[in-house]
């Protein structure tokens, strides 16, 4: 029998054609039914709403419908009809079923529904045939998708920077070395260090920390860029918000001052925010049911609000007044740990956050030095139930006060000549900021633990799939 070409589940809800012929391709979710009738649920990815096949037990090989059973893939071919049950507007009346894969159910682990988000870590290979990831990775996409709208409507350029890179200039974490050598024989010079010149890039590598040092040179020059890359950090945080290996979009704008930047910042995530409410309402309603009731109300109280800018001495003094008990003690010097930042955002100001002005010491060496001689012109953005999604600055454009900055720091100019040579050259005063894609995927799902938010986590002793 000649079947019609695969419509997806997403199309052919919305479908008016009743009657018609339709081919279908996807996932059982699940099989229920009697003597008489066979409803099967099929889920294509396409949309977190399965697609009802009903079928009638004489048409078919009773063999074959044995076989359908949770997991199992199949292609359908039937008619559009109005359903006759609540919960769908159409359901498929079959007449033909062909079995790609079969799923054991004594062996497929995904049987029932229910699982806990921790058992599914285990499975990551098999955990995208949930409702839950299946809507995770989805609002993954749109956001990514809706990223790369937002900046390209904005007239910025879409820069790749190296993932492999020789400077540890951000001394933003631990990072994780790139090498050919043989690390069991690794050549050595003659004072028995390792000698990297005889490395495949003739010295010591890693895995980027940040492209924003690269992102820099080309704002210098294209005025508008961003970044939207893998970022490795080695550290040992076993946190709900660290990943070793996670996704990062970085801005950077030549003449833009402070302020424009935290303007930046603020509208862009607002639009993120509001793109995901207006193009995966299914997704987000279904994860505020699953997961968390407040949901859909924080996205909407997010792109409703103006975020408090607030000065780093302004609120440590906050902190330090609350009377609240924090794990880490406060004080002007110290970095906020997230306990704090998420006092001030949730308790205090109950908005979102943009914290300025930090004491140098927390700061990357890059930041604007304040007149002050204390502070610099950093910016994070303090997010509810994340604490900080975005980190950024303005940048010290200032050859000399820059070049004095990297000294004090003993950061070797062999690593930053080139960096720094854009302020010999033509330099303008310029800003920038990053902002962790999976922090941003945290907010906007409602997912607790950052390990849920992407496809294959990468954390401290995991990296199976
Ligand atoms: O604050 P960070 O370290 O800033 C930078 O890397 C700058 N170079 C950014 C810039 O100005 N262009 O990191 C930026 C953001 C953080 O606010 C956080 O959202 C995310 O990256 N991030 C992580 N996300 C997941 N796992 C980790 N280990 C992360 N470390 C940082
Ligand atoms: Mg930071």
Redesign the pocket.
């Known amino acids: 029998m000649q079947t019609p070409g695969r419509v997806k589940v997403v199309d052919l809800l919305k479908s008016k054609e009743l009657g018609k012929v339709f081919t279908v391709k996807g996932w059982v979710r699940t099989k229920r039914g009697n003597k008489n009738v066979v409803f099967i649920a099929l889920n294509d990815g396409s949309t977190i709403n399965n697609l009802q096949l009903v079928a009638n037990p004489a048409d078919f090989d009773e063999e074959i419908l044995k076989l359908v059973t949770t997991g199992a893939c199949l292609k359908a071919v039937g008619k559009l009809v109005e359903s006759q049950g609540s919960g769908q507007p159409v359901e498929l009346q079959i007449e033909l079923l062909e079995l790609y894969g079969t799923a054991d159910s004594e062996s497929y682990p995904l049987q029932k529904k229910g699982h806990t988000l921790e058992f599914l870590r285990e499975i990551a290979h098999l955990r995208p045939r949930t409702n839950t990831f299946g809507a995770v990775l989805r609002i993954r996409h749109a956001m990514a998708f809706a990223i790369h709208d937002y900046f390209n409507s904005h007239g910025f350029v879409y820069l790749h920077t190296p993932v492999i890179t020789a400077s540890d200039a951000?001394g933003?974490?631990a990072m994780f070395q790139v090498t050919t050598l043989d690390m069991n024989k690794p050549p050595r010079t003659q004072n028995g260090e390792i000698d990297y010149q005889q490395d495949f890039f003739g010295k010591h590598t890693s895995l980027t920390?940040?492209?924003?040092l690269e992102?820099e040179l080309a704002a210098l020059a294209l005025s508008e860029i961003y970044t939207f890359g893998p970022?490795f950090?080695a550290?040992n945080?076993n946190t709900p918000?660290?990943?070793?290996e996670?996704w990062?979009i970085?801005p950077?704008m030549a003449f833009y001052e402070i302020e424009e930047n935290m303007d930046l910042a603020e509208d862009f995530i607002k639009s993120l925010v509001k793109y995901a409410l207006d193009n995966c309402a299914d997704d987000l309603k279904f994860l505020n049911d699953m997961w968390d009731k407040e949901l859909i109300a924080r996205l909407q109280a997010v792109v409703n609000t103006r975020f408090v800018r607030l000065d780093y001495t302004e609120g440590v003094d906050i902190l330090m007044k609350s009377g609240e008990k924090f794990e880490f003690p406060v004080s002007w010097g110290a970095d906020l740990q997230a306990e704090h930042e998420r006092y001030l955002v949730e308790k205090h100001f109950k908005k979102p956050v943009i914290m300025t002005n930090y004491p140098k010491e927390i700061k990357?060496f890059y930041m604007k030095q304040n007149e002050d001689g204390k502070t610099v012109r950093a910016m994070?953005v303090l997010f509810p139930k994340i604490g900080?999604?975005?980190?950024?600055?303005q940048r010290e454009e200032n050859y000399d006060k820059l070049r004095a900055r990297i000294d004090e720091l003993n950061i070797p100019m062999k690593d930053l000549w080139w960096y720094i040579d854009t302020r010999r050259f033509g330099t303008a005063p310029h800003s920038?900021?990053?902002?962790?894609f999976?922090?941003l995927l945290l907010f906007v799902t409602g997912m607790a633990n950052?390990r849920d938010v992407i496809p294959f986590p990468r954390t401290p002793k995991n990296a199976e799939f």
Do not use: K, Y
Request: glycine share 22%.
């Open positions: 951000e933003a974490g920390v940040s492209g924003q992102g970022t950090r550290e945080s918000r660290h990943l070793a996670f990062m970085e950077e990357a994070d900080e999604i975005i980190g950024g600055s920038g900021f990053g902002l962790g999976e922090r950052i």
